[in-house]
């Protein structure tokens, strides 16, 4: 296969001219259509590497409709290895044209073009019993006009079709060159000529025959070509891109799976935090209540704790202690001593009193907690 350099000119005629029929290919023989090029990248066939830009379904369809155009005035030659390349270099004993394409259309994603074979081209295909492809010789990009003034005509040209045993394309993606048909299958089959090409070469039985089977087959490449279009309008995947698709679809879905765990960590780390903070909390306020704040204000300091550094104000209020009887009755910030040692104490300041009964009222009136202490014991 190959492509040609960037600037490659044809005659644009002024309306569309037929291809050849089978009767106008004079005396070269027409042989089975093959399917010479389909729509992808090529790539050489030792290193891999991309040969040309990718052919698209336009490239192939102005490729068909300029051989069409051109059948009769500028065919496609049909040779062997290349050799009627202009920078071939061989004589016409060496090789040169086997024939000429007098028709091509395209078919799904291929180009099939029609053979019109010289008796040595015949030889050479029936010789080769199945094993020859062809290899075509092609230009992607503008083609104008062959008149040097001449318009953007197409955006790819076929220059020529060469037969060889190696393809530059895999087999199994274009068709093999046979003199005859090896099955009634349609494909590859023109579908102006369908019902002319039977096994035996002969005509169908009857014009209406064969008007109403190039009817059916039109409707059907009409229907293909419809559907081509609606899956390149919606750009369906390529098998490449929905692996990709599939790949990312697998990561995005461990990706979720870490954030759940990840977010049932963080529950667990703020339900422990959470379980830390009460603890140190209700030990800070035990502490206090120890110290001879009143057990009261126990919700308030509660509400109050989270905020006791932004609000110290508040939390040094909620915080004196009450009223604190000490061995002297005064106010003190000493531990508030243990009912048993408390009581012990009151009595000794009762009988050292002198008279029980004031030192109760008096302290009945100071201090209630230590009054009710007294009375609870039975002192």
């Not at 369809?61 to 270099?89: C, F, I, K, T, Y």
């Not at 039985?205 to 390149?232: C, N, Q, V, W």
Request: proline share 5%; with cysteine.
């Amino acid at each position: 296969m190959r492509l040609s350099g960037p600037s490659v000119q044809c005659f644009e005629p002024n309306a569309w001219s037929p291809a050849y029929t089978l009767g106008e290919s004079g005396g070269l023989r027409r042989i089975t259509p093959f399917t010479t090029l389909r729509v992808g990248q090529v790539s050489a066939r030792s290193s891999g590497q991309p040969v040309g830009p990718a052919v698209t379904l336009v490239h192939l369809n102005d490729m068909a409709r300029l051989m069409r155009e051109r059948a009769a005035e500028d065919p496609v030659v049909v040779d062997w290895q290349h050799l009627s390349e202009p920078d071939a270099g061989v004589g016409p004993e060496s090789g040169g044209a086997l024939g000429q394409i007098v028709d091509a259309w395209v078919d799904g994603d291929g180009l099939v073009v029609v053979p019109a074979l010289t008796k040595r081209g015949v030889r050479l295909v029936e010789e080769s019993e199945g094993v020859l492809w062809s290899s075509p010789s092609f230009f992607v990009g503008d083609v104008h006009a062959r008149d040097d003034s001449g318009p953007v005509v197409a955006s790819a040209q076929m220059l020529a079709v060469t037969l060889t045993p190696r393809p530059a394309q895999q087999a199994d993606r274009i068709s093999a060159v046979t003199l005859a048909e090896a099955s009634t299958s349609m494909e590859g089959v023109n579908m102006a000529d369908a019902a002319e090409l039977q096994d035996d070469g002969q005509a169908a039985d009857s014009p209406e025959e064969k008007d109403a089977m190039i009817a059916t087959l039109r409707e059907a490449l009409a229907a293909a070509e419809a559907r081509i279009a609606e899956l390149e309008g919606d750009g369906e995947l390529s098998e490449s891109v929905a692996a990709q698709s599939a790949a990312l679809t697998e990561k995005t879905t461990e990706v979720t799976q870490l954030t759940e765990k990840v977010n049932a960590l963080a529950i667990a780390l703020d339900a422990e935090v959470a379980k830390r903070t009460n603890i140190e909390r209700d030990r800070d306020i035990d502490a206090l209540l120890a110290k001879g704040v009143e057990p009261a204000r126990r919700v308030a300091l509660t509400e109050a704790w989270a905020s006791r550094e932004s609000q110290p104000a508040v939390w040094a209020a909620l915080t004196v202690p009450t009223v604190d009887l000490t061995r002297h009755g005064t106010n003190s910030s000493e531990s508030v001593e243990d009912d048993r040692t408390k009581r012990a104490r009151l009595c000794e300041e009762r009988i050292a009193s002198g008279d029980p009964q004031k030192f109760m009222n008096d302290i009945k009136q100071r201090d209630p907690a230590a009054w009710a202490l007294l009375v609870t014991k039975g002192a």
